[in-house]
């Protein structure tokens, strides 16, 4: 029978408490990888899941967390963090049978061509388990970025690039890493980014909130409290017995919506302004988000909201009755339940939603129903005193501005023919980085996308802007590409965008114009261009930690945020080098 809706209250992961005595000017956490157990609803019995758990350093006997996802990391801006990551996870995977079905090269999977890390294996044959965790869309000086081959497993085996500050703290199945916190006020997110290994580590569970807090905006009259609520969206599939299955080797996105750990929850809230802070923590499923009420209770079936920020902090806000959400990226909402009578119960739906992209075919199950918002709690503390959306006063976004000699750099997200396996550039994520950017410089990245399906680009280190986005005709770039590579690369056979483009630039979409972004839709059968922010990593900041700042030539990733395309191979190096050499 199919799980009943709206009837586990929502769960709102709590938040770590921070150690100030360890690093002296930093704050410090250690945050443990554990299997555990979890309940996703009611009428579940608990399933085996990954998750994360905070030292509390108030009571060591206590660790934070709930086994699923991780406790949420709040900090303030520029008051740097470190964080000692131990690994015990099992050394057998929670999803085993799956890797040994990946590593024989079942042709029945989704993932085609075994991972990429088969012929360079980072680990001995017999290990199973590595993690490694990034703090997505942080600031970050590399050798803390946790990037795939700096991943460690919990028997202490480490990839070639594995790299922890203050080595004399920690043992084999160890990393401390450090982080500046030099970013805007915003919600960015850790995961797991194991090599070859994240989707099914972070669909285990290993994924958690990073809050970044400016004292500034205690002065916005924003929601908060219980009144801003964390949503971490993901779509999952369940056995008969409630366990976690991963099915995504079969079909491209789940069959049951979780929100923050739980199947189809509930929220009661009070007839006032909330602020929503969402991410889609997805493997692969987009989502178009609306409001539905019921007739009676508005004029529309969709109830309004603002849309107050995105990946990389606040924005001009911007009214709206939906959105589409990629993997990865967050969307900052104001709504306000006052809006309709008391009683009435919101619906989040998500409409029309194919896996990969609106209106083409998903091979996923349909998700219609997320979770339930009942305005029935009464407000407290007689009236709402936030600011309304008109007269909120937040930081404005400044534009990024391409000049005539800024650097233009091409990422074609090519599939192999045979294999399916996808690449940038036809260039597997193994070889060496050979993209060398100047310090300081930023740069125009033209994401090319010949194929069917929208895929969420990521960067690491930087925000961008969406520049605007171009018609191409597909099969002919694609054609031309190939026959470029079956040429065996000349430059005189790379196709050239310019001669494929089938219409004129598209500007942004309203949700994503001047705002900050760290993933940004490539939608099929287009370029999406980007603009980046200088490529200026951080320098040492931390003074307790000494080694933590960037020393250049500094090489970081960008990759697909599909997890499966992530591990197999759409991922690649590039490198930062000093603008005098
Ligand atoms: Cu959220 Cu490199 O990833």
């Given at each position: 029978p199919p799980l009943e809706k709206y009837v586990d209250p929502l769960p709102t992961p709590l938040t770590a408490i921070p150690d100030p005595s360890v690093y002296p000017?930093?704050?410090?956490?250690?945050?443990?990888?554990?299997?555990?157990?979890?309940?996703?609803?009611?009428?579940?019995?608990?399933?085996?899941?990954?998750?994360?758990?905070?030292?509390?350093?108030?009571?060591?006997?206590?660790?934070?967390?709930?086994?699923?996802?991780?406790?949420?990391?709040?900090?303030?801006?520029?008051?740097?963090?470190?964080?000692?990551?131990?690994?015990?996870?099992?050394?057998?995977?929670?999803?085993?049978?799956?890797?040994?079905?990946?590593?024989?090269?079942?042709?029945?999977?989704?993932?085609?061509?075994?991972?990429?890390?088969?012929?360079?294996?980072?680990?001995?044959?017999?290990?199973?388990?590595?993690?490694?965790?990034?703090?997505?869309?942080?600031?970050?000086?590399?050798?803390?970025?946790?990037?795939?081959?700096?991943?460690?497993?919990?028997?202490?085996?480490?990839?070639?690039?594995?790299?922890?500050?203050?080595?004399?703290?920690?043992?084999?199945?160890?990393?401390?890493?450090?982080?500046?916190?030099?970013?805007?006020?915003?919600?960015?997110?850790?995961?797991?980014?194991?090599?070859?290994?994240?989707?099914?580590?972070?669909?285990?569970?290993?994924?958690?909130?990073?809050?970044?807090?400016?004292?500034a905006d205690e002065r916005l009259g924003l929601p908060r409290g219980e009144f801003e609520v964390p949503l971490v969206l993901q779509d999952r599939t369940f056995g008969r017995d409630g366990s976690l299955a991963y099915t995504m080797t079969q079909r491209e996105g789940e069959d049951t919506p979780v929100v923050n750990g739980k199947a189809y929850p509930f929220l009661a809230v009070e007839p006032r302004r909330y602020r929503l802070r969402i991410l889609n923590a997805s493997n692969e499923r987009f989502w178009r988000l609306r409001f539905d009420v019921p007739r009676s209770a508005l004029l529309q079936p969709n109830m309004p909201f603002w849309l107050i920020g995105t990946d990389g902090g606040f924005r001009t806000p911007l009214h709206m009755l939906n959105f589409l959400i990629g993997p990865a990226e967050r969307y900052d909402l104001m709504v306000d339940f006052s809006q309709v009578p008391m009683g009435t119960n919101v619906t989040l739906t998500n409409y029309h939603a194919p896996v990969h992209y609106p209106g083409m075919p998903g091979q996923g199950p349909e998700i219609s129903e997320i979770m339930q918002f009942r305005v029935t709690k009464p407000l407290s503390g007689g009236a709402d005193r936030t600011t309304t959306p008109k007269k909120l006063k937040l930081p404005a976004v400044a534009p990024m501005e391409p000049k005539p000699h800024t650097r233009r750099r091409e990422w074609v997200l090519y599939q192999h023919k045979l294999f399916g396996t996808m690449t940038f550039n036809a260039v597997p994520f193994m070889e060496p980085s050979e993209d060398f950017i100047k310090a300081g410089s930023t740069e125009i990245w033209e994401y090319i996308n010949p194929n069917h399906d929208a895929h969420p680009m990521h960067v690491h280190l930087v925000n961008f802007q969406v520049l605007n986005r171009q018609p191409i005709d597909a099969a002919g770039y694609q054609a031309g590409y190939e026959k470029w590579i079956d040429g065996g690369r000349k430059a005189e056979d790379k196709p050239v965008l310019a001669n494929y483009l089938t219409g004129p630039p598209i500007p942004p979409d309203p949700d994503e114009a001047l705002s900050y972004k760290d993933t940004v839709k490539s939608y099929p059968e287009t370029v999406t261009r980007i603009i980046t922010g200088e490529f200026t990593p951080p320098t040492d900041t931390i003074a307790s930690i000494p080694g933590s700042g960037t020393v250049l030539p500094a090489t970081y990733v960008h990759h697909c945020h599909l997890l499966e395309h992530e591990d197999d191979d759409l991922m690649r190096p590039w490198t930062i080098v000093g603008s005098g050499g």
């Open positions: 000017g930093a704050d410090y956490y250690e945050i443990t990888m554990r299997q555990g157990s979890w309940r996703f609803h009611r009428d579940l019995k608990p399933a085996t899941v990954w998750g994360y758990w905070a030292k509390n350093p108030k009571d060591p006997r206590k660790a934070i967390g709930m086994g699923y996802l991780g406790p949420t990391i709040s900090v303030t801006a520029d008051h740097p963090t470190v964080v000692k990551y131990r690994n015990k996870l099992p050394t057998t995977h929670l999803f085993q049978s799956v890797i040994e079905r990946i590593r024989s090269g079942d042709p029945q999977l989704t993932p085609m061509a075994p991972p990429p890390y088969e012929s360079k294996p980072p680990f001995p044959k017999n290990v199973s388990v590595w993690n490694v965790v990034h703090q997505h869309g942080g600031f970050t000086a590399p050798q803390s970025d946790g990037m795939p081959l700096h991943s460690f497993s919990p028997d202490g085996f480490h990839a070639e690039s594995y790299t922890t500050l203050d080595p004399s703290r920690v043992k084999p199945n160890e990393a401390i890493c450090a982080y500046t916190n030099h970013e805007r006020s915003s919600m960015l997110w850790y995961h797991d980014h194991g090599m070859g290994m994240t989707s099914v580590n972070v669909y285990a569970g290993l994924a958690g909130l990073y809050l970044i807090r400016d004292p």
